[in-house]
Structure formats: C-alpha cells, structure tokens
C-alpha cells in the first residue's frame, strides 16, 4: 500500500513499491517545522512543480545529498543542474516518462514560477501539476493554480485516484474554484493544500470538504504531520 505523508504547506513525502519521493520539498523555513532536510536519508526522487522558494524549497541540496533524482520543467531541472543537483530528469507540459516505479506526467497549471537571483527576478519556465503512478494508482499534485479547464481532462481521461489540491485563495485557488475543480477532476479523494501557512492562506480546508463533497468529491483532511494510505 502506498502512502502520503504530509509536510505541511504543498510539501509531501510519497513512498510505495519502487518509490521514495519528496514532492514540492519546502521544508527549511517552513513555518508547520513537520520535517527538516537532514530526516530524509533514502530519497530516489524529487518532484517540482515550480520555481517559487516554498515549493522548490530544498529541493537542490536534498539531490545532492541522497542522489535523488529532481524530475520537473526543463528549465527548473537546469537551474537546479547548474546549483548542483545530483541528477535530474526535465520533462514539459503534456510530456509523459514510465520510471522504474510507474509512469509520469506534467500538466497544466496557472500560476508563476522564479526565483530570486542576485536581486532580480530570473523566470523558471512555465508552472506545472504532476501526476505519478504508484502501485497503479494515480497521485495528482496540483502545484500552486488557478482553476483551468485543463481539470475536466483529467476527469475524463487519467484516472485520478488521489488529488492534492491548493486552497488558501489569493495566489491559488480559493476553497469554491478548489470544489469546483474537484468536481471535474472526479477523484476517488480529494486532499486539500497550501493553507493557513501564512494569514494571507487562511482558508478552512472543513469549508472546502462541505462544498466538494456537495458536489459529489470525497474529501480528505490531512493536517500537517498527517498521512494517508492508499
């Protein structure tokens, strides 16, 4: 059985046969403190779905250290490359691989991605969601996006079994357009994320499981430190 392990924020540990991954590894500076950097000794691969400080968060030294393969964006992939990175694997939107443990995809997502070099700002490529098979079974990380219709594809043709869904409004999707979007996916479970870590993020993930459920979504609360088998 694969499991979820919640880091809080958008960050996660995802573990099952074939597979040890950190996703959108945000740990250093993450105010939920679940995990530090150093608690991950056996990692085979890392997965970003863009450039931002609190989603590439740890991503480049945890490479380093474990040789975990970092698996995003072509350009995420060679800036991380460039830093260091032990091994990388770039991909785009709409492309797809079959790893070792299962098949990868990147879908769209609506948001940004950067970071902060020498102070300016140096763009990353295009945002991305991901989705890794594990066990045969589907696991969608939204990354941080605005609702887009690219979601009833989803719904439609891959099979959905697990949807990490961003929340907090402002700079992603608020608890409504997280319902809606929901609803088009189709997964067996939803997961709300990217909530309450800072006051501009303040959503209640209880309000988003009332309207998603209401359109027919089973919802999954997981607070941070929490996990979920599957």
Not at 117 to 134: A, F, K, R, Y
Not at 165 to 181: E, H, K, Q, W, Y
Request: charged share 20%; with cysteine; glycine share 10%.
């Amino acid at each position: 059985m694969a499991k979820l392990w919640y880091l809080g924020h958008s960050a996660y540990y995802l573990e099952g046969e074939g597979l040890k991954a950190l996703i959108d590894p945000f740990l250093t500076g993450n105010p939920w403190k679940i995990a530090k950097p150093e608690d991950f000794t056996d990692l085979n691969y890392i997965f970003v779905t863009h450039g931002h400080g609190d989603h590439l968060g740890d991503a480049v030294e945890l490479s380093k250290r474990t040789g975990a393969t970092i698996v995003s964006i072509y350009e995420v992939c060679q800036y991380c490359s460039l830093k260091g990175a032990g091994n990388v694997h770039a991909m785009h939107i709409g492309g797809s691989f079959k790893f070792p443990f299962g098949r990868v995809k990147l879908v769209p997502a609506a948001h940004g991605s950067s970071v902060i070099e020498n102070d300016q700002v140096v763009t990353l490529g295009s945002p991305c969601g991901v989705i890794v098979e594990v066990e045969g079974k589907n696991v969608y990380h939204a990354g941080d996006t605005g609702l887009i219709s690219d979601m009833e594809l989803l719904g439609k043709y891959e099979d959905i079994h697990v949807a990490l869904l961003p929340i907090g409004g402002n700079f992603t999707m608020d608890v409504r357009d997280a319902a809606i979007a929901a609803e088009m996916i189709k997964p067996q479970v939803a997961v709300p994320m990217h909530f309450k870590t800072w006051p501009i993020i303040d959503a209640e993930p209880e309000d988003f499981k009332a309207l998603a459920e209401a359109r027919g979504v089973k919802v999954q609360i997981l607070q941070p430190g929490e996990e979920l088998e599957f």
